[in-house]
């Protein structure tokens, strides 16, 4: 088992930046591959970037591409997502996910057993 803790969510205006933070712990933090999802309102749960379990390997959504940035500090046992250039689109609820098992990068929340509570993001324009 691992609990995860999302952190770093605020209100910016649209060019903004914010890093979020996903703490965990419970067990072994290098065990796990994570990701990150956001959800708005009225909208379905969305993948928004992944990340391996060494950081060697990364992906992102085509949304976020190239404003966005996933990483890893195991021996602080998180997990940061760097956003940049932010848009009133990217106004949601983001959540971290984490999945010890698998191999690769996993793009679907189906892939997921554990989750954070989520962090606000609000952007206004």
């Known amino acids: 088992q691992v609990q995860l803790v999302e952190s770093g969510g605020g209100s910016v205006q649209a060019g903004g930046s914010l890093t979020l933070s996903c703490a965990a712990s419970?067990?072994?933090?290098?065990?796990?591959?994570v990701g990150w999802f956001r959800q708005a309102p009225g909208k379905e749960r969305e993948f928004v970037a992944a990340?391996?379990?060494?950081?060697?390997?990364?992906s992102h959504a085509d949304a976020v591409k190239g404003r966005f940035t996933i990483s890893r500090n195991n021996a602080k046992n998180t997990v940061y997502l760097q956003m940049n250039t932010l848009e009133p689109e990217d106004t949601a609820v983001y959540y971290c996910?984490?999945?010890?098992?698998?191999?690769?990068?996993?793009?679907?929340?189906?892939?997921?057993?554990?989750w954070g509570q989520g962090t606000q993001v609000t952007v206004s324009s």
């Open positions: 996910a984490a999945e010890e098992l698998g191999y690769g990068l996993a793009i679907r929340s189906s892939e997921y057993d554990y």
């Open positions: 419970g067990h072994t933090f290098s065990r796990y591959r």
């Open positions: 990340i391996n379990r060494n950081g060697a390997s990364t």
